[in-house]
């Protein structure tokens, strides 16, 4: 998927991984451990300068994530639906990257031949 001449962003996974000593009967714990960053486009909701999280019943829009294959050295970018990715988009969200809920599994970018990219939904978590 080539980005053209947009802002590159940049993103890195925040992989779930269990933990916990199921043998001694210990619960499992679920933390999100960091993955690879990865270049990225992220666009925002339209009529929405911020991607804000719901607010009681309103419904909002999901942001879009667009990104490649690879990530910045070279393996595959591992996102998916039970994953978070934090973002940094200085010009859409300040300096600080912002944490982003994935919903559901990404989709290939695919127009005739190989897929090219990925494109995710995005749910913003508030901290």
């Known amino acids: 998927m080539p980005l053209g001449d947009i802002t590159i962003h940049l993103a890195v996974p925040q992989l779930p991984v269990a933990s916990g000593d199921y043998a001694q009967g210990e619960p499992a714990t679920i933390e999100m451990t960091p993955g690879v960053a990865f270049d990225c486009f992220l666009q ?10 719901p607010k009681g019943n309103r419904r909002v ?8 294959p690879f990530d910045i050295e070279g393996g595959p970018v591992d996102v998916r ?17 912002v944490r982003w809920q994935v919903i559901g599994d990404p989709l290939p970018y695919a127009p005739p031949g190989d897929v ?3 494109e995710a939904q995005l749910r913003r978590v508030e901290d």
């Open 44 to 53: 925002m909701p339209t009529g929405s300068a911020e991607g804000d999280a």
């Open 61 to 68: 829009k999901p942001a879009t994530l667009k990104y490649e």
């Open 81 to 97: 639906a039970e994953s978070e990715v934090l973002v940094t988009a200085i010009e859409l969200t300040g300096p600080d990257a």
């Open 116 to 118: 090219i990219g990925y």
